[in-house]
């Protein structure tokens, strides 16, 4: 008799259970990566420097870390709302051209990086960038790459529009038009010199961007809201409150649209008072405190060297670590917004629009961009300067 032979009993459920759970894992280890690097860090910091946890408190400027929470919030608010993108769409259907699109999506990605930070501007454009691809052939690595460039550059003039800006603006006491109009010359020349690389980066190939088969999503009373939210929120961070302020708006969206607080990258808020609280021990170890009032000495002091260290440690960190050595935040703000450019690591921008755009070749190509921009963008810095 024929007998035939019993199936292959499959993994067990618990097994796959297991399995899935370590992906999950490792998969949130490879995305918080400088969350771990930042704690593994404060073990050794506080070997060298040992502080009690009242003075590792002090160390964090909390003022900032409430603005940040409360701007996560809003922008993420206004993002989910479906506003950002179906701007973005409108302006895109108009245009017949790759380097009219290109300079459009520079505009618009630097435009709105000042208004929601340029992080949450790449999440909205290099998706938006990649769907228009999928209708329409169009060079996608190097659209990636100048909206990345535009963020950093566009970012820079407003006291909201990056981390470190917002740091600077709280360390630096002064008001929100004042910061705004201090970074102004800066922002022009560096968006300046991004537009006139376009002409060199894109052909004047004519493009036909097809209708879009339904319009983007519409939710009317979280726009309205978070609209009305936003100006309130910066009034009140302006006055220094910027704590109860981020509180106010926490508990709004906690009651009216919960599922915007569920989105957050809350690790984020971690992330960076580890940031306060290491670099501000880093700062306290003996050979860093004499050797860095030196290096403020050498020609372009903080503006150098911000834009210098922030390619070592990226931009944020470094506006961090810097500022108790200097009074000088405006020059510092300067530096290490041309920071953001040079390597990938001078902007965590940088590295976001690298993980959304997943194009081979990418990264090589990304600096070939990166570099000049860099070097023209301090150029004219150091030439404003002296003006």
Same mark, same amino acid.
């Given at each position: 008799?024929?007998?035939?032979?019993?199936?292959?009993?499959?993994?067990? +459920? #618990?097994? %796959?259970?297991? $399995? @899935?759970? &370590?992906?999950?894992?490792?998969?949130?280890?490879? !995305?918080?990566? *400088?969350?771990?690097?930042?704690?593994?860090?404060?073990?050794?910091?506080?070997?060298?420097?040992?502080?009690?946890?009242?003075?590792?408190?002090?160390?964090?400027?909390?003022?900032?870390?409430?603005?940040?929470?409360?701007?996560?919030?809003?922008?993420?608010?206004?993002?989910?709302?479906?506003?950002?993108? +179906? #701007?973005? %769409?409108?302006? $895109? @259907?108009? &245009?017949?051209?790759?380097?009219?699109?290109?300079? !459009?999506?520079? *505009?618009?990605?630097?435009?709105?990086?000042?208004?929601?930070?340029?992080?949450?501007?790449?999440?909205?454009?290099?998706?938006?960038?990649?769907?228009?691809?999928?209708?329409?052939?169009?060079?996608?690595?190097?659209?990636?790459?100048?909206?990345?460039?535009?963020?950093?550059?566009?970012?820079?003039?407003?006291?909201?529009?990056?981390?470190?800006?917002?740091? &600077?603006?709280?360390?630096?006491?002064?008001?929100? !038009?004042?910061? *705004?109009?201090?970074?102004?010359?800066?922002?022009?020349?560096?968006?300046?010199?991004?537009?006139?690389?376009?002409?060199?980066?894109?052909?004047?190939?004519?493009?036909?961007?097809?209708?879009?088969?339904?319009?983007?999503?519409?939710?009317?009373?979280?726009?309205?809201?978070?609209?009305?939210?936003?100006?309130?929120?910066?009034?009140?961070?302006?006055?220094? &409150?910027?704590?109860?302020?981020?509180?106010?708006?926490?508990?709004?969206?906690?009651?009216?649209?919960?599922?915007?607080?569920?989105?957050?990258?809350?690790?984020?808020?971690?992330?960076?008072?580890?940031?306060?609280?290491?670099?501000?021990?880093?700062?306290?170890?003996?050979?860093?405190?004499?050797?860095?009032?030196?290096?403020?000495?050498?020609?372009?002091?903080?503006?150098?060297?911000?834009?210098?260290?922030?390619?070592?440690?990226?931009?944020?960190?470094?506006?961090?670590?810097?500022?108790?050595?200097?009074?000088?935040?405006?020059?510092?703000?300067?530096?290490?917004?041309?920071?953001?450019?040079?390597?990938?690591?001078?902007?965590?921008?940088?590295?976001?629009?690298?993980?959304?755009?997943?194009?081979?070749?990418?990264?090589?190509?990304?600096?070939?961009?990166?570099?000049?921009?860099?070097?023209?963008?301090?150029?004219?810095?150091?030439?404003?300067?002296?003006?």
């Amino acid at each position: 008799m024929l007998r035939l032979a019993a199936p292959v009993p499959g993994p067990p +459920r #618990a097994r %796959r259970r297991r $399995a @899935a759970s &370590l992906r999950l894992i490792l998969r949130w280890l490879r !995305a918080e990566w *400088l969350l771990l690097l930042l704690v593994s860090l404060l073990p050794l910091l506080l070997w060298q420097v040992p502080t009690t946890p009242a003075a590792l408190s002090d160390l964090v400027d909390w003022k900032t870390v409430g603005a940040l929470a409360g701007l996560m919030v809003l922008s993420r608010g206004l993002e989910v709302s479906g506003l950002i993108v +179906r #701007a973005g %769409r409108a302006v $895109a @259907a108009r &245009l017949h051209s790759e380097r009219g699109l290109a300079a !459009a999506l520079v *505009l618009f990605a630097a435009a709105l990086s000042a208004v929601v930070t340029n992080d949450v501007a790449l999440f909205v454009t290099v998706p938006l960038t990649l769907a228009l691809a999928r209708a329409v052939p169009l060079p996608v690595p190097k659209l990636v790459i100048f909206q990345a460039l535009a963020v950093n550059a566009g970012s820079a003039v407003s006291p909201v529009g990056n981390p470190q800006n917002l740091f &600077l603006w709280q360390v630096s006491g002064v008001s929100f !038009a004042e910061f *705004l109009l201090a970074m102004l010359p800066l922002a022009a020349a560096m968006l300046a010199v991004l537009l006139a690389l376009v002409p060199l980066a894109f052909e004047r190939r004519r493009i036909v961007l097809p209708e879009t088969a339904e319009a983007s999503p519409l939710r009317p009373r979280l726009m309205a809201m978070s609209l009305a939210a936003y100006p309130l929120f910066l009034v009140l961070v302006n006055a220094g &409150l910027a704590l109860p302020a981020a509180g106010a708006v926490i508990g709004l969206y906690a009651l009216a649209f919960r599922s915007v607080l569920r989105g957050l990258d809350w690790p984020l808020l971690l992330v960076f008072v580890l940031m306060f609280v290491n670099l501000g021990l880093l700062g306290r170890l003996p050979g860093v405190a004499a050797i860095v009032p030196t290096a403020l000495e050498l020609p372009g002091g903080a503006y150098t060297l911000g834009a210098v260290l922030s390619q070592g440690m990226s931009n944020v960190p470094a506006a961090i670590f810097l500022a108790p050595f200097t009074e000088d935040w405006r020059a510092l703000a300067w530096g290490v917004s041309v920071g953001g450019f040079g390597f990938a690591i001078g902007s965590l921008a940088n590295l976001i629009a690298l993980r959304l755009a997943r194009r081979p070749g990418l990264w090589l190509q990304f600096h070939l961009w990166l570099m000049p921009v860099f070097a023209l963008s301090l150029a004219a810095g150091a030439l404003l300067m002296t003006r």
